[in-house]
């Protein structure tokens, strides 16, 4: 039988999988876990060391080029693990996520997380960016970074919608920062309708 599948089918069957993208640069084309939903792009409840729930990711939908299931022994494996580690099945986020678009996505994900991370991967592949949403327009982002000490930048930076490849949100990293970075100088964002 083979282990290649859709995203759908990978939706509908819960199977822990390896989503292989378009290459956007060293170490961005893979991602484990378990796809959620599917739209323009596709939500994938994060997994780390095939054991911990580890928040959730949004990746375009088109730059996806195969998607594959475990081996079902290692797929039984995930599942005593996650479950014994009180992480199985995932859960999904406590909030609905609009995949129609990055905007939408980051808009939908502003409403119940102050933290958030983008990916511009084509142009700056292995990079994460850390902070809160300051501004969010039809044409981009401006995001309050924090960073690796736990810091607010003063200003936001400014990312092109059509730069972002990815979001994540929920992880062990991002809640580190929450609980222990500084407090926010500025107001939070507050996220119209769209």
């Given at each position: 039988?083979?282990?290649t599948l859709?995203l759908?089918?990978?939706?509908?069957?819960?199977?822990?999988?390896?989503?292989?993208?378009?290459?956007?640069?060293?170490?961005?084309?893979?991602?484990?876990?378990?796809v959620?939903?599917?739209?323009v792009?596709?939500l994938v409840?994060?997994?780390?060391?095939?054991?911990h729930?580890?928040?959730?990711?949004?990746?375009?939908?088109?730059?996806?080029?195969?998607?594959?299931?475990l081996?079902?022994?290692?797929?039984?494996?995930?599942?005593?693990?996650?479950?014994?580690l009180?992480s199985?099945?995932?859960?999904?986020?406590?909030?609905a996520v609009d995949?129609?678009?990055?905007?939408?996505?980051?808009?939908?994900?502003?409403?119940?997380?102050?933290?958030?991370?983008?990916?511009?991967?084509?142009?700056?592949p292995?990079e994460?960016f850390?902070?809160?949403?300051?501004?969010?327009?039809?044409e981009?982002?401006?995001?309050r970074?924090?960073?690796?000490?736990g810091?607010?930048e003063?200003?936001?930076?400014w990312?092109?919608?059509?730069?972002?490849?990815?979001?994540?949100?929920?992880?062990?990293?991002?809640?580190?920062?929450?609980r222990?970075?500084?407090?926010?100088p500025?107001?939070?964002?507050?996220?119209?309708?769209?």
């Open positions: 039988m083979s282990r859709s759908d089918e990978a939706r509908t069957t819960g199977a822990v999988v390896t989503i292989h993208r378009r290459g956007l640069g060293p170490h961005t084309d893979l991602l484990d876990g378990v959620l939903a599917t739209g792009w596709t409840g994060s997994l780390a060391d095939w054991a729930a580890d928040g959730y990711e949004v990746i375009r939908t088109e730059d996806v080029t195969k998607v594959r299931r081996r079902r022994a290692n797929q039984r494996f995930v599942e005593r693990a996650a479950a014994g009180g199985w099945p995932l859960p999904r986020p406590d909030l995949l129609t678009s990055v905007e939408d996505v980051v808009r939908s994900v502003a409403r119940t997380s102050r933290l958030l991370a983008v990916h511009a991967e084509a142009e700056s292995g994460y850390p902070g809160a949403v300051g501004i969010l327009t039809d981009g982002l401006g995001l970074f924090i960073d690796t000490a810091r607010w003063a200003a936001p930076r990312f092109g919608l059509g730069e972002i490849t990815r979001v994540s949100w929920g992880s062990r990293y991002l809640g580190a920062f929450d222990f970075g500084e407090r926010p500025f107001a939070p964002f507050v996220p119209s309708d769209g």
